[in-house]
């Protein structure tokens, strides 16, 4: 692939956030049935994704996706292009099907084990980006820090293994600049230009975007929402809880670091008492020998 045309922009960094991960149901007779002709050894339906947070566009700067499965599922290597999906979409909207837009890089399966998920990020020829990796473990059964978490999985119906990650392009090439700072926009509002490749409207539009307060995530910009609620696990509110977290997990570190000094600086003396003693006693012996 040849590098972009033009220069990159010195001294700015913009990230964009996105979640990835599975979700898994297992088989019931009555909301999640087994499928005909699915095996009868598969106990789960799971689906593994890459999407924006809140569901927003990611389709203008991720172009494609790669999923490596088990080597034991059929066509194991799946590969999603953006322009593909996208063209699906125009078609449902042209049409009159009930089916919703895809927004998201999806591969739905069924299967009884789990094992690691190898995914492939490919980004807009225009970023000049190498293609990133990562992994995600698919879980189909219940899992926690303590058993209520676990069992409030099990009472959902739903195993969800969901990561927040952020990418960052640093210093990006003034073409694909244009494309991330072309303006954030309200959900559902047309893209600017074709296929989401429109021209830019400069810095101030990413800024205003990036440190909006609305509580509505806009496309086109580094917002998460402001509070947590069903199907939308981070937010700003479980970002200061998990900060909350690790503050707290700090100062009982440094509890524990306080306490632990006390007690060797009390070892200590008391070591320093018996090696006092020790040496007087031998003192002792050695004038008594004389």
Request: net charge positive; hydrophobic share 35%; glycine share 8%.
């Amino acid at each position: 692939m040849a590098p972009p045309a033009g220069k990159r922009v010195k001294g700015v960094q913009i990230f964009r956030p996105f979640v990835f991960g599975t979700t898994a149901r297992p088989f019931n007779d009555t909301d999640n049935p087994r499928p005909l002709g699915v095996s009868p050894d598969h106990t789960h339906s799971w689906q593994v994704f890459v999407k924006g947070v809140e569901d927003t566009d990611i389709f203008y700067w991720l172009r494609r996706v790669q999923f490596k499965l088990h080597e034991s599922i059929p066509n194991h290597l799946r590969t999603l292009d953006a322009e593909t999906i996208i063209k699906e979409n125009e078609a449902l909207a042209g049409g009159k099907s009930s089916k919703k837009p895809q927004k998201a890089f999806v591969v739905n399966e069924t299967g009884w084990g789990e094992f690691e998920i190898t995914i492939k990020l490919y980004y807009d020829s225009k970023s000049g980006e190498k293609p990133q990796t990562l992994y995600h473990h698919l879980r189909l059964h219940p899992y926690g820090r303590n058993e209520a978490e676990k069992e409030a999985m099990r009472t959902g119906g739903e195993v969800i293994a969901w990561t927040y990650e952020e990418q960052v392009f640093n210093e990006p090439f003034e073409e694909f600049y244009k494309i991330l700072t072309s303006g954030a926009r309200d959900k559902g509002t047309p893209a600017p230009g074709a296929s989401g490749r429109g021209k830019g409207k400069g810095k101030n539009a990413f800024t205003s975007a990036a440190t909006g307060t609305e509580g509505e995530v806009k496309e086109r910009s580094a917002m998460i929402p402001l509070t947590t609620r069903p199907g939308q696990p981070f937010s700003r509110e479980t970002e200061e809880a998990e900060l909350k977290r690790l503050r707290e997990a700090e100062e009982r570190v440094h509890q524990m670091i306080t306490e632990l000094n006390k007690t060797v600086k009390a070892k200590e003396e008391e070591l320093a008492v018996l090696k006092a003693s020790n040496k007087a006693a031998v003192a002792a012996a050695g004038s008594s020998a004389a």
